[in-house]
T-cell receptor, first 113, second 115 residues
Framework: AQTVTQSQPEMSVQEAETVTLSCTYDTSESDYYLFWYKQPPSRQMILVIR??????QNATENRFSVNFQKAAKSFSLKISDSQLGDAAMYFCAYKPNAGKSTFGDGTTLTVKP | DSGVTQTPKHLITATGQRVTLRCSPR?????VYWYQQSLDQGLQFLIQYYNGEERAKGNILERFSAQQFPDLHSELNLSSLELGDSALYFCASSPRYATGDYGYTFGSGTRLTVV
């Protein structure tokens, strides 16, 4: 079974600084997708960024970027120029092609003004 | 508005009761997934439907059941409720594109409190 591990239950960052959230996963599949989702205090789950496993290029969405290391099965999220609105719980998710997503336990990010 | 509609938003019920949670997926999405999120924990997969058929099952209790109807809306039925069933229940939908997988669109969840 696929597993997703987020080793940092809590992280904090100063406003305008950069923070990296870690995620590792375990799979024997070669075709899959990786995602980061954000869950603010409203509890709504919001897709932040996606990565296709067969693409070597790291995905970027504005201030959010990933460091995807396929051989190491590592998928970290970097948030640059952190803003107060980035405070949330962040979930890493693994999804095989046409399958269901497996989520990590989440990292709670605090942004300090 | 994400396009995925879940009702009700909040539900308070007594132990031993039965409730039904409803989800309408985003227009055009054929897959529906149900997840359970207990307080400050991760999301536990319950069940997946694709175009009316069950596709995958997680650690869903026998007291729980679900179905997807011809109009693609889905219902999650929870019976003989226990205090430990109190959680946030999410529905998510996803499309099927030839160009790849673009992740889930989540509903806003149903907060179930069993007293």
């Amino acid at each position: 079974a696929q597993t997703v591990t987020q080793s940092q239950p809590e992280m904090s960052v100063q406003e305008a600084e950069t923070v990296t959230l870690s995620c590792t996963y375990d799979t024997s599949e070669s075709d899959y997708y990786l995602f980061w989702y954000k869950q603010p205090p409203s509890r709504q789950m919001i897709l932040v960024i996606r990565q296709e496993a067969y693409k070597q290029q790291n995905a970027t969405e504005n201030r959010f970027s990933v460091n995807f290391q396929k051989a190491a099965k590592s998928f970290s999220l970097k948030i640059s120029d952190s803003q107060l609105g980035d405070a949330a719980m962040y979930f890493c998710a693994y999804k095989p092609n046409a399958g269901k997503s497996t989520f990590g336990d989440g990292t709670t990010l605090t942004v300090k003004p | 508005d994400s396009g995925v509609t879940q009702t009700p938003k909040h539900l308070i019920t007594a132990t031993g009761q039965r409730v039904t949670l409803r989800c309408s997926p985003r227009s055009g999405d054929l897959s529906v997934y149900w997840y359970q999120q207990s307080l400050d924990q991760g999301l536990q997969f319950l069940i997946q439907y694709y175009n009316g058929e069950e596709r995958a099952k997680g650690n869903i209790l026998e007291r729980f059941s679900a179905q997807q109807f011809p109009d693609l809306h889905s219902e999650l039925n929870l019976s003989s409720l226990e205090l430990g069933d109190s959680a946030l229940y999410f529905c998510a939908s996803s499309p099927r594109y030839a160009t790849g997988d673009y992740g889930y669109t989540f509903g806003s969840g149903t907060r179930l409190t069993v007293v």
